[in-house]
């Protein structure tokens, strides 16, 4: 399996443009997760799916922020605008309801707002 | 207060030695608990879960103690390559088990 892909690895981008961070679980995994992580607050949860389904967004930042889900194969983390406070590094992470506790990672976005 | 703590660190040991990770957790509702392991610039990965009996995996040694609300996790006989930060994570279980991350530990194992 190839596991989690993440796209693009590193993200460079200038303050007030949109970012869109690509995820493709792991083929057959029904929870997908977003997370952050900074030197400062660590990993952070933003949002889960599960089949497909938003099912708790209550860690997205703020309304610049938004996530979907358009299949059980891909999903976006889109930030629009983008400010200097978003660079991070991104994490997409997938599990299947039989190993739920056992999360997967991609290799991560490291996004760099200018 | 953070849902999960952990002492930064780093630690710096000499191969062969013992070394001894905590951590607290604030919500009593957690469930489930693990180890991940995350080297530098790279993904966390799940080193082992936490058990109330306490489980050992190799040299790995994890422990849960639900009245005081700590996790801790045992390394004997350390090697250059366990040198890692190590994160400590409580779940509410059930499905979807959101995890909540602690911010890690780091490990420097030298010769």
């Known amino acids: 399996d190839a596991g989690v892909i993440q796209s693009p690895r590193h993200e460079v981008t200038e303050m007030g443009q949109e970012v869109t961070l690509r995820c493709k679980p792991i083929?057959?995994?029904?929870?997908l997760f977003w997370y952050r992580q900074t030197m400062m607050r660590g990993l952070e949860l933003l949002i889960y799916?599960?089949?497909?389904?938003?099912?708790?967004d209550s860690g997205m930042p703020e309304d610049r922020f938004s996530a979907k889900m358009p299949n059980a194969s891909f999903s976006t983390l889109k930030i629009q605008p983008s400010e200097p406070r978003d660079s991070a590094v991104y994490f997409c992470?997938?599990?299947?309801?039989?190993?739920?506790?056992?999360?997967?990672f991609g290799s991560g976005t490291q996004l760099s707002v200018l | 207060r953070k849902e999960v703590e952990q002492d930064p660190g780093p630690f710096n040991v000499p191969e062969g030695a013992t070394v001894a990770f905590n951590c607290t957790y604030s919500?009593?509702?957690?469930?489930?608990f693990f180890w991940y392991r995350q080297d530098c610039r790279k993904e966390p990965k799940l080193l082992m879960s936490?058990?109330?009996s306490g489980n050992e995996d190799g040299r790995f040694t994890a422990q849960l103690n639900r009245a005081s609300q700590y996790i801790s996790l045992l390394i004997r006989d350390s090697k250059l390559s366990d040198s890692a930060t190590y994160l400590c994570?409580?779940?509410?279980?059930?499905?979807?088990?959101?995890?909540?991350f602690g911010t890690g530990t780091q490990l420097k194992v030298e010769l």
């Open positions: 992470a997938s599990s299947d309801r039989a190993t739920n506790e056992k999360l997967f």
């Open positions: 083929s057959g995994h029904d929870y």
């Open positions: 799916f599960n089949n497909n389904v938003p099912i708790d």
């Open positions: 919500n009593s509702a957690s469930q489930s």
């Open positions: 936490v058990y109330s």
């Open positions: 994570v409580a779940g509410r279980g059930g499905g979807g088990n959101k995890l909540t």
